[in-house]
C-alpha cells in the first residue's frame, strides 16, 4: 500500500494511475482531505487501508476489552438491519402534517384528538406556512467562489489542441500540438485522434458544441486514453460586472455536465476564459487538471483569479421596499403547449393578466384543455410553432392591432430529444435548440421594451442528467442567455425546474405509479405543479435574478451523482456532503474478479449462465438501490426497470469490478436486459474451459493447420496476415520504434513466403509427426 501522510492528497491520485498501469496488487491511499482534517476522516482512511490489507493495530482506538468479530468471508450485500437514527418526522408527524397541508380537517381530527372546530381559525395559516417552509428548501442558486491560488504545477506531456480556423490564435500554449479542424465527423475524427492523440496528456477542444458532441464520440472510438477538457471564453459570469458575451458557448457547458455523469473516463472538465487577453493555456490546464480528480472541474479564469462553480441554498431575502407581488398587465405570450404551459395560462389569469397568446395549439391532459376553454376570450391559441420567427411577429403584431400589446414573456417550450450522449447526433442538437432556445430568442429579440420575461429551463443544464446530453446543452444557453440579457438592463429571469408532475389524474394506476417513483428512487422526486408556480410567485415577486426549484433528496441523490466521478458542485450543501465518494478498484477487486474468473471456469454450461445472470442481477438491483436481485427480473428491459444513463454507469462500474473486464458505458443500452447482458458477459470472460498456456498452443497449432491448408486469394492472405501482425503487436505492447515496423510497411514490402515465415517464427512449425 501507498498513504500520503498529507493535509489533501497531492499524488495519490498519479500513483494510483502508475500501480494500474503496472498491474501491480497495490492501493495508493491518503490520510486527510480538504474541509475533512480531523480525526474522524483520519479514523476512516486507516479503516479504508485496512479493508485494502495495509496492517493497522487497532489496540489504539479501541477499548481494552472491546472483542473483535471475523467479518463474514462473502461480499456485503450492503442490506442494512439496524436501527437507524430518529428519522425527520414520524408517522404520527406526517399524517399531522399531511392533513394541515390538504386542510382535511376528519384527517386532522383522526390524528389530534382536538374537535375539529378548533382548527377552523388556524388552519389555512398553518397550511401556508408548512407548505411554504417546504418549497422554500427546493430553492437554490448557482454561485462561483474564488479559489485560494494553488501551488501551479509545472505542465506536464504533451497536449492536443483542436480548434475551428483562427479561434484561439492568441492563447499562449507551449507544449500544446494545435491542429484546426473546420468540419470534420466523427469517423475522420477518431481516425485523427488515432493518429495524433497517443501519449498526449489530454485533448483540448475550442469547438462549438456540435463539434464537442462529435468530438468525444470521436475520442471514445478512437480508444486514446486520454481526457477531453473544452474550453470557452464568456460562456459564464461569476459575479456583477463579470458579463456572459457569448451564450451560444454555454452549450458546451450543458453538454459537459452530461458528459462527466456518463463518460467520466474520457471527461476532463470545463474551463471558461475571459474575453480578450493572453492567457497560459498549457499552465491553466494544468492546473486544472491537478484538480479534476478530486472534482473540482467546473473553472472560470478571471484576473482576479480562478473560480469554481457551487450549487448554494437560496434563502429568500425581502428586497428593500418590501415584497410586492408580480401583477402581469396587458398580454402575456406565453411559448410552448402541453400541460406546463397551460397550467403557467391558468396562472397569469389567475394574477391578473388582461389576455395570454400562446404560440402552439395546447396539448397535455383533457383537463387542462378543459379548464382554458373556460376562460373563452381571455386567452388565444396560435397555430405556429414558437421557432418560426415570421409567424411569432406576426403574432405579436397582430395582438398589437387588437389593441392587445404583449406586455411580459413565459417561455415554456422545449424540445426533449433524450439519448445517451454517445448516441446523440448533430442533428437531435439542432432540432432540440430549435424547439428550445430559438422561441425565447425571437421573443425577446421582437419585444425589446419588455416588462418581464421568465424563461423556463431545466436542471438537467445545470448540474446534468444522464441521456438530457442535448437537452442539457439548449437550457445551459437559456441560462446563459437570461444573465446576458438582464444584464444588459433587460428584465429577464431564468428558473431550472425539476420536473413536474403532470401525469394525467385517473390514468393507469401502474403506469403513474412507477412513473412517480422513479425519480424518487433517484433522489429528485416530480414537482407539483400548483407548489412550484407559489415558488413561482415567491421568484416573481421578489425580482430575483435566477433560481433553480427542485425537490431534492440529498441522501439519496448525491452518492447516486458522485457514484462515476467525484463533484465539488455540492460541497456547500450539508446534506450532500456525506455522500460516499465513488471507490477505485482495489487489489482486493482484482482478487474477486480472479476468483469470480475460477468459479466460471469451472462450471458447467447451465450453471455458469446462471452464475453470470446472478451477477448482473445482483449489481443491477443495487445500483438501483433495492434490498436484493429478486427485484430485478430477467428479461424485462433495463429501461423500464427505472435505468438512465447515469444507472448504466454505475451498473457498468460495478460489473467492471467485479469482472476485471473494461466495460463501455452504453452496456445496458447494447445489451438491453439482464439476460442479454449476462450473456455477453459470458462471450468477454470466455467459455468454460479455462484459457490457460496449453490451451493457448493448441488453438495456435490448430491455427497453424488451417493456414497451411487454405486455399487464399493473395488480398486474403495479405488481410490475414494484417490481423496477426496487429495481434503480436498487442501481445507484445507497445513495440520497439528502433526494430519494430508498421503493419503497412510491413505487408508493402513482404512476398507471401516472407509473410509465412515470420508466423513460423512468431509461433512455431508445425510437427511432421
Given at each position: 500500500?501507498?498513504?500520503?501522510?498529507?493535509?489533501?492528497?497531492?499524488?495519490?491520485?498519479?500513483?494510483?494511475?502508475?500501480?494500474?498501469?503496472?498491474?501491480?496488487?497495490?492501493?495508493?491511499?491518503?490520510?486527510?482531505?480538504?474541509?475533512?482534517?480531523?480525526?474522524?476522516?483520519?479514523?476512516?482512511?486507516?479503516?479504508?487501508?485496512?479493508?485494502?490489507?495495509?496492517?493497522?493495530?487497532?489496540?489504539?482506538?479501541?477499548?481494552?476489552?472491546?472483542?473483535?468479530?471475523?467479518?463474514?468471508?462473502?461480499?456485503?450485500?450492503?442490506?442494512?438491519?439496524?436501527?437507524?437514527?430518529?428519522?425527520?418526522?414520524?408517522?404520527?408527524?406526517?399524517?399531522?402534517?399531511?392533513?394541515?397541508?390538504?386542510?382535511?380537517?376528519?384527517?386532522?381530527?383522526?390524528?389530534?384528538?382536538?374537535?375539529?372546530?378548533?382548527?377552523?381559525?388556524?388552519?389555512?395559516?398553518?397550511?401556508?406556512?408548512?407548505?411554504?417552509?417546504?418549497?422554500?428548501?427546493?430553492?437554490?442558486?448557482?454561485?462561483?467562489?474564488?479559489?485560494?491560488?494553488?501551488?501551479?504545477?509545472?505542465?506536464?506531456?504533451?497536449?492536443?489542441?483542436?480548434?475551428?480556423?483562427?479561434?484561439?490564435?492568441?492563447?499562449?500554449?507551449?507544449?500544446?500540438?494545435?491542429?484546426?479542424?473546420?468540419?470534420?465527423?466523427?469517423?475522420?475524427?477518431?481516425?485523427?485522434?488515432?493518429?495524433?492523440?497517443?501519449?498526449?496528456?489530454?485533448?483540448?477542444?475550442?469547438?462549438?458544441?456540435?463539434?464537442?458532441?462529435?468530438?468525444?464520440?470521436?475520442?471514445?472510438?478512437?480508444?486514446?486514453?486520454?481526457?477531453?477538457?473544452?474550453?470557452?471564453?464568456g460562456a459564464v459570469s461569476v459575479g456583477a460586472g463579470d458579463r456572459v458575451t457569448s451564450p451560444e458557448q454555454a452549450w458546451t457547458w450543458g453538454l459537459g455536465r452530461v458528459a462527466a455523469l456518463e463518460l467520466p473516463h474520457r471527461w476532463g472538465g470545463l474551463v471558461d476564459l475571459p474575453d480578450g487577453g493572453a492567457v497560459d493555456l498549457a499552465a491553466v490546464l494544468a492546473a486544472a487538471a491537478a484538480t479534476a480528480d478530486e472534482g473540482e472541474d467546473q473553472l472560470a479564469v478571471r484576473p482576479t483569479g480562478t473560480y469554481v462553480r457551487r450549487l448554494v441554498r437560496a434563502p429568500l431575502a425581502d428586497p428593500e421596499g418590501g415584497i410586492a407581488p408580480w401583477t402581469p398587465s396587458g398580454t402575456v405570450l406565453v411559448t410552448g403547449t402541453g400541460s406546463v404551459a397551460a397550467r403557467v395560462a391558468r396562472?397569469?389569469?389567475?394574477?391578473?393578466?388582461?389576455?395570454?397568446?400562446?404560440?402552439?395549439?395546447?396539448?397535455?391532459?383533457?383537463?387542462?384543455?378543459?379548464?382554458?376553454?373556460?376562460?373563452?376570450?381571455?386567452?388565444?391559441?396560435?397555430?405556429?410553432?414558437?421557432?418560426?420567427?415570421?409567424?411569432?411577429?406576426?403574432?405579436?403584431?397582430?395582438?398589437?392591432?387588437?389593441g392587445r400589446p404583449v406586455r411580459a414573456v413565459v417561455h415554456t417550450a422545449a424540445g426533449t430529444t433524450l439519448a445517451p450522449l454517445l448516441r446523440a447526433t448533430p442533428a437531435d442538437l439542432a432540432a432540440t435548440v430549435a424547439a428550445t432556445v430559438t422561441p425565447a430568442v425571437h421573443a425577446l429579440d421582437l419585444l425589446p421594451d419588455l416588462a418581464a420575461a421568465v424563461l423556463f429551463t431545466s436542471v438537467s443544464g445545470v448540474w446534468g442528467t444522464g441521456e438530457h446530453a442535448v437537452f442539457a446543452a439548449a437550457n445551459a444557453q437559456l441560462d446563459a442567455l437570461a444573465e446576458q440579457r438582464r444584464a444588459a438592463g433587460a428584465p429577464v429571469v431564468s428558473v431550472a425546474w425539476g420536473v413536474w408532475n403532470t401525469l394525467t389524474p385517473g390514468g393507469a394506476e401502474a403506469e403513474a405509479a412507477d412513473a412517480l417513483a422513479r425519480p424518487a428512487r433517484h433522489g429528485v422526486p416530480l414537482l407539483d405543479p400548483g407548489r412550484a408556480l407559489a415558488a413561482l410567485d415567491e421568484i416573481t415577486a421578489r425580482g430575483e435574478r435566477g433560481a433553480v426549484v427542485a425537490e431534492v433528496d440529498?441522501?439519496?441523490?448525491?452518492?447516486?451523482?458522485?457514484?462515476?466521478?467525484?463533484?465539488?458542485?455540492?460541497?456547500?450543501?450539508?446534506?450532500?456532503?456525506?455522500?460516499?465518494?465513488?471507490?477505485?478498484?482495489?487489489?482486493?477487486?482484482?482478487?474477486?474478479?480472479?476468483?469470480?474468473?475460477?468459479?466460471?471456469?469451472?462450471?458447467?454450461?447451465?450453471?455458469?449462465?446462471?452464475?453470470?445472470?446472478?451477477?448482473?442481477?445482483?449489481?443491477?438491483?443495487?445500483?438501483?438501490?433495492?434490498?436484493?436481485?429478486?427485484?430485478?427480473?430477467?428479461?424485462?428491459?433495463?429501461?423500464?426497470?427505472g435505468f438512465d444513463s447515469l444507472i448504466a454507469v454505475r451498473l457498468r462500474n460495478g460489473l467492471s469490478a467485479a469482472t476485471g473486464v473494461p466495460l463501455p458505458p452504453t452496456l445496458v443500452f447494447d445489451h438491453p436486459t439482464p439476460a442479454a447482458l449476462a450473456a455477453h458477459l459470458g462471450e468477454r470472460l470466455g467459455g468454460g474451459e479455462a484459457v490457460t498456456a496449453g490451451a493457448l498452443r493448441a488453438r495456435i497449432k490448430a491455427l497453424e493447420e488451417a493456414v497451411a491448408d487454405a486455399a487464399l486469394t493473395d488480398d486474403e492472405r495479405r488481410g490475414i496476415a494484417a490481423q496477426l501482425y496487429g495481434l503480436l503487436d498487442r501481445w507484445d505492447g507497445a513495440r520497439d520504434s528502433t526494430g519494430a515496423r508498421s503493419v503497412d510497411d510491413a505487408l508493402d514490402g513482404a512476398s507471401d513466403d516472407e509473410l509465412f515465415e515470420f508466423i513460423h517464427q512468431e509461433f512455431g512449425r508445425p510437427s511432421t509427426g
Open positions: 500500500s501507498f498513504v500520503e501522510v498529507s493535509a489533501h492528497p497531492v499524488v495519490t491520485v498519479a500513483v494510483g494511475e502508475c500501480i494500474e498501469r503496472s498491474g501491480r496488487n497495490a492501493v495508493a491511499l491518503g490520510t486527510l482531505r480538504r474541509d475533512e482534517g480531523g480525526p474522524q476522516r483520519f479514523l476512516l482512511s486507516l479503516a479504508e487501508a485496512w479493508t485494502a490489507g495495509a496492517p493497522v493495530d487497532w489496540r489504539t482506538v479501541l477499548p481494552a476489552d472491546a472483542a473483535l468479530v471475523d467479518l463474514p468471508t462473502y461480499a456485503f450485500q450492503r442490506e442494512r438491519y439496524w436501527l437507524e437514527p430518529r428519522p425527520a418526522e414520524s408517522a404520527v408527524e406526517a399524517e399531522f402534517w399531511a392533513a394541515v397541508e390538504t386542510e382535511d380537517l376528519a384527517a386532522l381530527e383522526r390524528a389530534v384528538p382536538v374537535d375539529a372546530e378548533a382548527w377552523g381559525p388556524v388552519l389555512p395559516g398553518l397550511a401556508a406556512w408548512r407548505r411554504g417552509r417546504r418549497e422554500r428548501g427546493w430553492r437554490y442558486r448557482v454561485e462561483w467562489r474564488r479559489r485560494a491560488d494553488p501551488d501551479r504545477p509545472a505542465p506536464q506531456g504533451r497536449w492536443l489542441l483542436l480548434a475551428p480556423p483562427g479561434v484561439g490564435a492568441d492563447l499562449r500554449a507551449d507544449d500544446v500540438e494545435r491542429i484546426e479542424v473546420a468540419a470534420a465527423d466523427r469517423e475522420s475524427l477518431a481516425r485523427l485522434l488515432r493518429d495524433t492523440a497517443e501519449g498526449v496528456a489530454g485533448v483540448v477542444s475550442l469547438l462549438p458544441a456540435v463539434g464537442v458532441l462529435v468530438l468525444l464520440q470521436a475520442l471514445e472510438d478512437s480508444g486514446v486514453d486520454a481526457r477531453l477538457w473544452c474550453v470557452t471564453r396562472w397569469l389569469l389567475d394574477r391578473g393578466a388582461e389576455h395570454v397568446a400562446l404560440t402552439g395549439p395546447v396539448g397535455g391532459p383533457d383537463a387542462d384543455r378543459a379548464d382554458l376553454s373556460d376562460l373563452g376570450g381571455r386567452i388565444s391559441c396560435s397555430g405556429r410553432e414558437a421557432d418560426d420567427l415570421a409567424g411569432t411577429a406576426a403574432l405579436v403584431q397582430r395582438l398589437a392591432e387588437q440529498w441522501a439519496r441523490f448525491a452518492p447516486l451523482f458522485g457514484s462515476a466521478r467525484p463533484t465539488r458542485l455540492f460541497a456547500e450543501l450539508p446534506e450532500a456532503s456525506t455522500a460516499a465518494p465513488p471507490q477505485a478498484v482495489t487489489g482486493q477487486d482484482a482478487e474477486r474478479a480472479a476468483d469470480l474468473r475460477r468459479r466460471l471456469a469451472a462450471a458447467a454450461g447451465p450453471e455458469r449462465d446462471r452464475l453470470l445472470l446472478e451477477l448482473v442481477r445482483g449489481h443491477a438491483a443495487a445500483a438501483l438501490g433495492h434490498g436484493g436481485a429478486g427485484a430485478v427480473a430477467a428479461e424485462r428491459p433495463f429501461r423500464e426497470l
